[in-house]
């Protein structure tokens, strides 16, 4: 395991037992616990995006300020929903984030998972074309992002500017050398994470996968990401990805711990319903940092990845978060190879 950081879904709720009551909080708490994370020493401070929602919808001036803010640590996305993205404009606000963070922007995006209302991205402005599917219509989004932060120069200039013009056709500004390879995929299932391997992005793969064989969910996650390995080398690229898991850890060192988590000490994997079809979800770990040493030395999809996102609950606020991940970074990760 090379890298850990957090991951966090920003929600708020006005409600006395929550630490994050609005939209203000949520931001300036996450902006507060990357900083708390990179003094930990954790690695990567990424966010879940959720349109319509009590939760962090737009990443970018998240991401931004955070990148101002800190020196050392990944910022990251997990995942931006493409169905909503106009490509063009995100490729402007992920070069203006990436340039201010110094180059250590890590975005995961995807198609995205059911959304708080029907067809949300229609009111976005972005509707799928004749015979296309909503998944058609993220990929085609996630294409042409990717072509533009490549740097492709592509539009034709004016020939009277306001401004001085360089030679030939122009691409859009901020450009951020690298980016491309610091894009990852959401997958959801082994074939989706064969596809990300053909198109060259890195794996982003969480505790819900879209099928299930049956097996559990480690096993089942640690296969897609060998097929992703797989496929990856089939291709030819000439660089190397890398391969995250989201797992929700939490080690009962205090009295609250054990308040707050003691019933995650019987946790398993769920199978249910999901948009039609049989959906796999992994289990939480909590338990004395020993134990969890155990649990996870087990865990093959933990095992086969390089990258740990560690999901943590935002609305305990930012002491007890960070309480959190040292906990993790102190007892566990090392036992499981980290640093």
């Known amino acids: 395991m090379k890298n850990i950081g957090f991951l966090s879904f920003g929600h708020w709720t006005d409600h006395p037992q929550s630490m994050v009551r609005s939209a203000r909080d949520a931001l300036v708490q996450s902006i507060e616990l990357a900083v708390a994370a990179e003094e930990l020493g954790a690695d990567g401070a990424y966010f879940r995006v959720h349109h319509f929602a009590r939760?962090?919808?737009?990443?970018?001036?998240?991401?931004?300020?955070?990148?101002?803010?800190?020196?050392?640590?990944?910022?990251?996305?997990?995942?931006?929903?493409?169905?909503?993205?106009?490509?063009?404009?995100?490729?402007?606000?992920?070069g203006a984030a990436d340039v201010i963070a110094g180059g250590r922007l890590q975005l995961g995006i995807s198609r995205g998972s059911p959304e708080q209302v029907v067809r949300g991205y229609e009111y976005f402005g972005h509707v799928p074309a004749e015979g296309e599917t909503d998944a058609d219509l993220a990929r085609r989004h996630a294409a042409r992002f990717l072509e533009v932060i490549e740097g492709e120069k592509f539009a034709e200039p004016n020939p009277r500017p306001m401004f001085p013009n360089p030679p030939g056709k122009l691409r859009i500004e901020p450009h951020s050398p690298g980016l491309r390879r610091r894009i990852w995929w959401g997958a959801g299932s082994r074939a989706t994470a064969e596809w990300t391997a053909q198109q060259g992005l890195n794996l982003m793969s969480s505790t819900l996968l879209t099928e299930d064989t049956g097996r559990p969910f480690h096993q089942l996650q640690a296969e897609q990401i060998q097929r992703f390995r797989d496929a990856w080398?089939?291709?030819?690229?000439?660089?190397?990805?890398?391969?995250?898991?989201?797992?929700?850890?939490?080690?009962?060192?205090t009295d609250l711990d054990r308040q707050l988590f003691w019933r995650d000490q019987h946790s398993s994997d769920q199978v249910g319903q999901l948009e039609g079809g049989l959906a796999r979800?992994?289990?939480?770990?909590?338990?004395?940092?020993?134990?969890?040493?155990?649990?996870?030395?087990?865990?093959?999809?933990?095992?086969?990845?390089?990258?740990?996102?560690?999901?943590?609950?935002?609305?305990?606020?930012?002491?007890?978060?960070?309480?959190?991940?040292a906990s993790v970074l102190q007892h566990v990760a090392p036992e499981l190879g980290w640093r």
């Open 55 to 94: 939760q962090l919808g737009s990443p970018f001036p998240l991401l931004a300020a955070i990148g101002a803010r800190t020196e050392r640590i990944e910022i990251g996305t997990g995942v931006i929903d493409m169905r909503y993205e106009n490509p063009l404009y995100m490729a402007e606000d992920a």
């Open 281 to 325: 979800f992994g289990k939480s770990y909590a338990g004395e940092p020993d134990q969890l040493v155990a649990e996870l030395a087990k865990d093959e999809a933990v095992a086969a990845a390089d990258s740990l996102l560690l999901t943590v609950p935002n609305q305990l606020g930012v002491d007890y978060n960070a309480h959190v991940l």
């Open 233 to 253: 080398a089939a291709a030819g690229h000439d660089w190397q990805p890398r391969v995250s898991v989201s797992r929700s850890i939490f080690p009962l060192v």
